[in-house]
């Protein structure tokens, strides 16, 4: 657990999240997302990049949640992953925020 305090405009997520007695519904943690109304000020104690890798930044955690702010540079990538087994929201605060799906061939490699 993160000893930096919990943004007041996160409260809301993490009140929902902390709610939770199993896997986060997609549908519900999307309406959460969209509803959130927070900042890069609110975000400052979280924020830090990599010199050559994006970075994942632990805001709080517990059974059934990760919530992460993840600071990826200009032409800085994630390495191709799938969410298997778990639920996955993604809100851009600032920037721009390009995915690339993949399918993945009978022989096991993907296009």
Known sequence: MSTVAIPK???PLVDFL?????RVPLDGLHQQLTQLNV????????????????TR???????????????WKNGQKSLIHNHAQSTCGLRVITGQGIETTFEQRPDGKVD
């Not at 902390?18 to 199993?22: G, K, T, V």
């Not at 000020?41 to 050559?52: A, I, K, Q, S, V």
């Open 57 to 71: 930044n632990l805001i709080c955690e517990n059974t059934w949640y990760e919530l992460l702010c993840i600071c």
């Open 39 to 54: 900042t890069m000020d609110d975000l400052r104690p979280f924020l830090h990049f990599g010199e050559t890798c994006y």
């Open 9 to 11: 405009s996160l409260v």
């Open 18 to 22: 902390n709610r939770l007695e199993s």
